[in-house]
């Protein structure tokens, strides 16, 4: 049992340390240091090994129901289910283009908030994914008994992507508010499954120290960071903020996933 506490310090450390240098701009891709995007992301990449490193430490304790489900998809029993989700940020315009991503590996399922709609082509989503929205949140429930939608999502799903994550999403979780159907996913959520956000904003609000304080609240929660990128931004800046790209979101979360489930398969094995 001290071995495990010993771990987890560790585990949590690293992820601390990594998290900081992305933030303050020592990692490329900031305001501070303008190197090719590459090296960003080999720090990102390494933080995902860190987890599973983490994950294999743990291997020898009682694995989790999250564990557990995550071995029957690589088992092939099933496959993934992945709850997708946009706040308000332009980069929804990726949504749809995210969703056919997962949708083609995972069963996906969609939330949007008010804002996001205005940036979220519906047409175009996948057919097989259905779009929950706020106003789903209240015209489902009509009396005790009836399910709870929010709670109904988080039992739903394995894994929980939301991308884009706006500054005002952010800040929402950090501060546990929960006013919208995604937020309150967010604040029912099992926080033994895989949960990932992919941040986009401006440059100056990355910056902001409110996000530094922001994103260390939330991985506390454990929640894991798909850290922006530097283009030229749509308001015509140019900076860090710009959303990753959704194939490499998605194929984070794959690696993620599998490696997490395989070690999960040892230990129920």
């Not at 029957?72 to 989700?85: E, K, W």
Request: charged residues 20%; neutral net charge; hydrophobic residues 45%.
């Amino acid at each position: 049992m001290e071995e495990e506490r010993e771990g987890t310090s560790a585990h949590t450390s690293n992820r601390k340390t990594l998290l900081s240098l992305i933030l303050c701009g020592f990692l490329p891709n900031t305001s501070k240091n303008r190197v090719s995007s590459y090296l960003q992301h080999f720090f990102w990449l390494l933080l995902i090994l860190i987890e599973t490193a983490h994950a294999q430490v743990m291997a020898h304790s009682e694995p989790s129901s999250a564990d557990r489900e995550l071995f029957q998809v690589y088992s092939g029993a099933r496959r993934p289910r992945i709850l997708l989700a946009a706040s308000g940020s332009v980069a929804a315009i990726k949504f749809a283009n995210l969703c056919h991503c997962f949708s083609e590996w995972a069963e996906v399922k969609a939330v949007a908030t008010k804002a996001s709609l205005h940036f979220i082509d519906i047409a175009s989503l996948p057919k097989d994914v259905t779009l929950y929205t706020d106003e789903d949140e209240w015209s489902t429930w009509k009396k005790i008994g009836d399910a709870v939608l929010h709670i109904e999502l988080r039992r739903w799903a394995d894994i929980m992507v939301i991308a884009p994550l706006s500054a005002n999403t952010l800040g929402k979780i950090a501060g546990g508010l929960c006013d919208n159907l995604l937020t309150c996913i967010v604040r029912a959520w099992d926080y033994s499954k895989p949960f990932f956000v992919a941040p986009a904003m401006n440059t100056l609000m990355w910056n902001n120290p409110f996000t530094e304080r922001h994103l260390m609240t939330i991985d506390d929660l454990g929640i894991s960071l798909i850290p922006p990128v530097t283009k030229r931004l749509a308001c015509g800046d140019y900076g860090n903020g710009a959303m990753a790209e959704p194939s490499l979101i998605f194929s984070t979360v794959r690696l993620f996933v599998e490696k997490r489930a395989q070690s999960s398969g040892r230990n129920i094995q």
